[in-house]
């Protein structure tokens, strides 16, 4: 779809159908399609059925109309060929829901779809990484942290990135350690819930823009 060719600009409504498949651009390319048929059929099947002039001035409509399409569709290709844009407010909320209530999957699902329309979003970034941490994927998550320090747009979690890394060295450094003080850290690991809930629990976001 992305790779659609200009020549579909030379139909009405037919990039709209092409490339999001538009009801309302499939009825502007046969309206088109029917005018011109009847005015071919008026001007060189059976020229009795119409005065000259008629056919005259259904040419001159149609090529207006024409000239004005392929115009606007040429410059809206690009715009068409862009992925449609997604409520991020919302899903960010609905990821925060899910993440609160320990779905990992559907949060890193939800978060995921996000990052594919806006991938500097920090706010994103961050609960992603926090995520990876609390499903045991160490390394996913100092990646994301990593990804985080190289964005100027960052600067308003540098706290909590910090403990966020903080809290990976802990984990990492905890791992061998015997069965008891694995339940110990899991036992601190829980008791950060609430903590996480503060951070993530707002529905009030503070959006990161892409530029």
């Not at 992305?2 to 309206?31: E, K, M």
């Not at 609960?127 to 190289?150: G, H, N, S, V």
């Not at 450094?173 to 694995?182: C, F, G, L, Q």
Request: aromatic share 10%; proline share 6%; net charge neutral.
């Amino acid at each position: 779809m992305h790779s659609s060719p200009y020549i579909i600009c030379l139909w009405p409504g037919l990039p709209r159908l092409w490339i999001r498949g538009d009801w309302a651009a499939l009825a502007t390319a046969v309206a088109f399609g029917a005018a011109l048929n009847l005015v071919l059929v008026t001007s060189f099947v059976w020229p009795e059925l119409l005065p000259p002039s008629f056919n005259l001035i259904g040419w001159l409509i149609l090529g207006t109309v024409w000239l004005t399409s392929v115009f606007q569709a040429y410059r809206s290709l690009p715009h068409l060929r862009e992925p449609p844009r997604v409520d991020d407010r919302g899903l960010f909320i609905q990821a925060q829901a899910e993440y609160l209530r320990g779905h990992w999957f559907e949060a890193e699902t939800l978060l995921r779809q996000l990052l594919r329309h806006c991938s500097r979003d920090v706010d994103v970034l961050l609960m992603l990484a926090t995520l990876y941490r609390r499903t045991k994927r160490y390394d996913e998550a100092t990646k994301q942290l990593d990804r985080l320090d190289r964005l100027d747009e960052a600067c308003k979690w540098r706290c909590e990135i910090a403990q966020e890394r903080d809290t990976l060295k802990r984990l990492a450094a905890s791992m061998p350690r015997s069965e008891e003080t694995a339940r110990e850290d899991t036992g601190t690991e829980n008791t950060g819930t609430d903590a996480a809930a503060e951070e993530f629990g707002n529905p009030s976001r503070q959006t990161g823009q892409c530029p």
